[in-house]
């Protein structure tokens, strides 16, 4: 009886996994990834636990959910940050360019 | 080990796997966010019930670390992310 | 203290009644995330009725236990969980009204 509600519990945790890992390798949306990661993470502690590894899953559970999801957030804020950056240098050669092409003019 | 609690382990499960259209739809980044604090409070109900359920009292463990790190995540995203873009209220402490 | 073979019955049954209240509570919390409006609608769902639900469960865990070092681990599982939800929904909707994200009336 408890053997086969298990399994039953396993298939969908599986099939929440693969999905999950779908929609995460899927997306083009990097903040998007970055929360599927981090839901990916807690269901894999979930994973492990079934598969009779606690210890894998304290691991799991620190690491993936707890260190990696504030590192990647703080990553992205980096990112965003250099984003604008280079946005704004490109939009400096750009005035430099037209200034040069109008001193050529003149 | 006792059926009973894996059925409840087993009926929230579901719980977890429809909060990820929320994930997937959320206009704002706070929604997708709050779908990943809904992942720790249902997976610490989960591991709580299934460390009865499969006689494993290890999990405990499992469900307090889940409950330390949950917050982690969601403040360093108001306070790394999703802050910034506003300059408003500067003069608000914290 | 011994307890006798029928009170642990009882307090096994209250147990299990505990858990059954709670889990409508969670099961309520994700209709509540996928169904609301808006952003303050769907923290308000989430945090508090989660809680609730996590509350019974723990309550009823601890019913069944019977011993103290459980209990006093669920309990405290279950106040970290309180003060992690609560900041950091705290945290969120007042992002969002910074942000100026109106709160969803009905019109």
Known sequence: MIYSILTLFDIILILTML??????LNTEDIFKAVVLFISFG????LAWVRMRAPDVALAEAALGAGLTGPLFLSALRRMNRTRKGE???????NREKEHKANQEQG | MSWMHTIFALILLPAIATGMFRILRGPTAADRMMTAQLFGTCGVAILLLLSTGMGNPVLLDIALVFALLAALATITFVRRTWHGSNKRNHGNPL | MAATKETMEILYNCGTLFIILGLPFFLSGTVGLIRFPDIYTRLHALTKADNVGLG???CGLALQSGSWAVTA??????LLVLVASSAS??????????KNIEPWTRS
Request: aromatic share 8%; charged share 20%; net charge positive.
């Open chain 3, 73 to 78: 681990k669920l309990l405290l599982i279950w």
């Open chain 1, 42 to 45: 807690l269901l894999m502690a």
């Open chain 3, 89 to 98: 929904c705290h945290l969120i909707a007042r992002s969002a009204m910074q």
């Open chain 3, 56 to 58: 019974c469960i723990v």
């Open chain 1, 19 to 24: 999905w999950l890992a779908w929609c995460l």
């Open chain 1, 87 to 93: 946005r704004r240098l490109d939009s400096d050669e």
